[in-house]
T-cell receptor
Framework: DTGVSQDPRHKITKRGQNVTFRCDPI?????LYWYRQTLGQGPEFLTY????????KSRLLSDRFSAERPKGSFSTLEIQRTEQGDSAMYLC????????????FGSGTQLSVL | RKEVEQDPGPFNVPEGATVAFNCTYS??????FFWYRQDCRKEPKLLMS???SGNEDGRFTAQLNRASQYISLLIRDSKLSDSATYLC??????????FGTGTRLLVSP
């Protein structure tokens, strides 16, 4: 499968715990995005990378969220001290910058904070 | 005002009907526009890009109206399999894609 891969598919955690998600983009794509989606809403931008550089981070993103893309390939998204409001689908997408960006999404990680 | 706005629906239509959705955007400098399809509990999948001249892909037609700052999606001869949420997405002058809340379509027999 040469699409965007995310792991795990589902994560259940208790409030206050830390969680980490992984995303493997399409291999030739140099841009990687993280979005969050809750029921009835569209995907909400969190952050994105071009190669290993984090170029933008949403102002809505609290300091408990951090993302890395250490070698410009896979990326991790960590949420520290999870809260019930963090429950959502976390979507990763990648694209190859060509001036008219088309994002390709992974299947997402569904996070439930109890 | 939200950057991208859509009517959440649902739009309930019978098989074979023609249905159209609109999506408005607030940033007049926006350059790139897309429609994505999302099935329940699945990831969004690119349906089509929207070009200034309008474009068509089979039963689907997308249009851009820069003067009124909206894009539209027309689906002809609706199929049961078209039932999904249709997300409008715009790059509003910056580097990230901004999505609307989506419009839910239900096609019934």
């Amino acid at each position: 499968d040469t699409g965007v891969s995310q792991d795990p598919r589902h994560k259940i955690t208790k409030r206050g715990q830390n969680v980490t998600f992984r995303c493997d983009p399409i291999s030739e794509h140099n841009r990687l995005y993280w979005y969050r989606q809750t029921l009835g809403q569209g995907p909400e931008f969190l952050t994105y990378f071009q190669n290993e550089a984090q170029l933008e981070k949403s102002r809505l993103l609290s300091d408990r969220f951090s993302a890395e893309r250490p070698k410009g390939s896979f990326s991790t998204l960590e949420i520290q001290r999870t809260e019930q409001g963090d429950s959502a689908m976390y979507l990763c997408a990648s694209s190859f910058r060509q001036g008219n960006e088309k994002l390709f999404f992974g299947s997402g990680t569904q996070l439930s904070v109890l | 005002r939200k950057e991208v706005e859509q009517d959440p629906g649902p739009f309930n239509v019978p098989e074979g009907a023609t249905v159209a959705f609109n999506c408005t955007y607030s940033n007049s400098a926006s350059q790139s526009f897309f429609w994505y399809r999302q099935d329940c509990r699945k990831e969004p999948k690119l349906l089509m890009s929207v070009y200034s001249s309008g474009n068509e892909d089979g039963r689907f037609t997308a249009q851009l109206n820069r003067a009124s700052q909206y894009i539209s999606l027309l689906i002809r001869d609706s199929k049961l399999s078209d039932s999904a949420t249709y997300l409008c997405a715009v790059i509003p002058g910056f580097q990230k894609l901004v999505f609307g809340t989506g419009t839910r379509l239900l096609v019934s027999p």
